[in-house]
């Protein structure tokens, strides 16, 4: 099944895993914070997701709004896990001051980090059996 891109995201069905590569280097308006938020409910409602990947690879900044597009990827049924991948170190650092992605001071999180798409998609197919 194939979605409409926007200018915002890109997607991508891997069976049960979709990936989400966003679009933006800046998160941090409320406008677009919604706009990435519906685009990406609109993929994930709309496909068998089990396992969310959000590749955030070309983010540079996420503003304290910006989280709240991520933490409805946790509230849509059916969706297990998310996964943010390819974090530069400032944005890593925010998620992990919100105790958003596991780090040493927190083992429980609503995400999973890892370093590239590719590793979280093995992941996701090693944490399925």
Same mark, same amino acid.
């Given at each position: 099944?194939?979605?409409?891109?926007?200018?915002?995201?890109?997607? =991508? @069905?891997? #069976? @049960?895993? $979709?990936?989400?590569?966003?679009?933006?280097? /800046?998160? /941090?308006?409320?406008?677009?914070? *919604?706009?990435?938020?519906?685009? +990406? *409910?609109? $993929?994930?409602?709309?496909?068998?997701?089990?396992?969310?990947?959000?590749?955030?690879? /070309?983010?540079? &900044?996420? #503003?304290?709004? #910006?989280?709240?597009? &991520?933490?409805? +990827?946790?509230?849509?049924?059916? @969706?297990? !896990?998310?996964?943010?991948? =390819?974090? !530069?170190?400032?944005?890593?650092?925010? &998620? @992990?001051?919100?105790?958003?992605? %596991? =780090?040493?001071?927190?083992?429980?999180? %609503?995400?999973?980090?890892?370093?590239?798409?590719?590793?979280?998609?093995?992941?996701?197919?090693?944490?399925? #059996?």
């Amino acid at each position: 099944m194939s979605f409409q891109n926007t200018s915002c995201i890109e997607h =991508s @069905v891997h #069976g @049960v895993n $979709v990936v989400i590569t966003i679009l933006e280097e /800046r998160i /941090r308006d409320p406008e677009k914070v *919604t706009e990435i938020k519906d685009a +990406m *409910t609109e $993929v994930v409602s709309n496909s068998v997701c089990k396992n969310l990947i959000i590749d955030m690879d /070309r983010v540079q &900044f996420i #503003g304290s709004v #910006g989280f709240l597009a &991520f933490l409805a +990827m946790r509230r849509i049924p059916g @969706v297990q !896990n998310v996964v943010l991948c =390819s974090l !530069n170190e400032h944005v890593k650092e925010l &998620f @992990v001051i919100c105790r958003l992605i %596991p =780090s040493k001071n927190a083992s429980s999180a %609503p995400f999973h980090d890892s370093a590239s798409v590719q590793s979280a998609l093995e992941w996701c197919g090693a944490s399925a #059996g």
